[in-house]
């Protein structure tokens, strides 16, 4: 009983602890508006460049996503520092929602998963087949690096090379969801839930699909993922936990890359 008690935050610590700060609309779209315009001239301009002048297809994802994932990660540190919190793993956890997850944490962890992906593939055909519209004309060189992408780069040997599998494992699973979920969810979402209340899920999932603007070329890209963009934030912000988060963005990310990483072991 008394090492539950001495466990508990005191009056003083509850004191001490920065306050979350607001964020309304307009700072909201600034720090979801920087990494879109980012990920917009990644695909507008810079993968087109590289392509033009050889670069292999693991290159330009590196160059691309990962550096872009790394200016994400890199953001979430500063913005967390630059609350005044102090460099220690308690403040970080705290601030970031990651506390170890409960079971509840758990079981809606699975749900977002699951709902996610069954409503994902559901709207899929319908979004393809009716909703084409162009929202940006994406350069045939980054369609070309895309389509390379999803078939898993078939124009490069990948078979046993684990020091380039270790890197993109830690690539996809630190720089690209470590990076986006603790600024999203981790930062963002709280501030945002100080202005927005009950609904700052709504706000976040909707900054968080359209910054891939740059990426989806139709409308319908933009529909299919909305059920993922959505979910997850709603669900961040119902367990107020980040992990949710963490696991449903890589387990999405990690489908989508099983092209790639099963030419590891052929």
């Known amino acids: 009983m008394h090492e539950a008690v001495s466990a508990m935050p005191t009056v003083k610590d509850e004191l001490d602890r920065p306050a979350v700060r607001p964020l309304g609309l307009i700072g909201s779209v600034g720090y979801f508006g920087i990494p879109a315009a980012l990920l917009a001239g990644a695909s507008l301009r810079l993968i087109p460049w590289m392509v033009r002048r050889g670069f292999s297809g693991l290159t330009i994802l590196n160059v691309a996503f990962a550096g872009l994932g790394a200016l994400v990660l890199v953001a979430a540190l500063v913005a967390f520092r630059l609350e005044g919190r102090p460099a220690t793993w308690t403040a970080f956890r705290d601030r970031m929602r990651l506390e170890r997850p409960t079971r509840t944490v758990w079981l809606w962890t699975l749900a977002a998963v699951i709902v996610a992906f069954g409503v994902t593939m559901f709207i899929a055909p319908y979004a393809e087949a009716y909703l084409r519209l162009p929202l940006v004309t994406l350069p045939a060189e980054t369609l070309s690096f895309r389509d390379s992408m999803t078939s898993g780069f078939p124009e490069i040997e990948l078979s046993g090379r684990w020091g380039v599998f270790l890197w993109l494992v830690f690539g996809l699973a630190v720089l690209n969801i470590g990076g986006e979920e603790l600024l999203w969810r981790g930062i963002i979402l709280p501030r945002q839930e100080v202005v927005f209340g009950r609904w700052a899920w709504a706000v976040n999932g909707?900054?968080?699909?359209?910054?891939?603007?740059?990426?989806?070329?139709?409308?319908?890209?933009?529909?299919?993922?909305?059920?993922?963009?959505?979910?997850?934030?709603?669900?961040?912000?119902?367990?107020?936990?980040?992990?949710?988060?963490?696991?449903?963005?890589?387990?999405f990310n990690t489908i989508a890359s099983l092209p790639m990483f099963l030419r590891f072991f052929r």
Do not use: D, E, F
């Not at 139709?218 to 992990?243: D, E, F, K, N």
């Open 206 to 251: 909707i900054l968080w699909n359209l910054l891939h603007t740059g990426r989806y070329g139709t409308v319908g890209m933009m529909v299919i993922y909305l059920p993922v963009t959505l979910i997850l934030p709603y669900v961040a912000q119902r367990t107020r936990s980040t992990w949710p988060g963490i696991v449903t963005h890589l387990t």
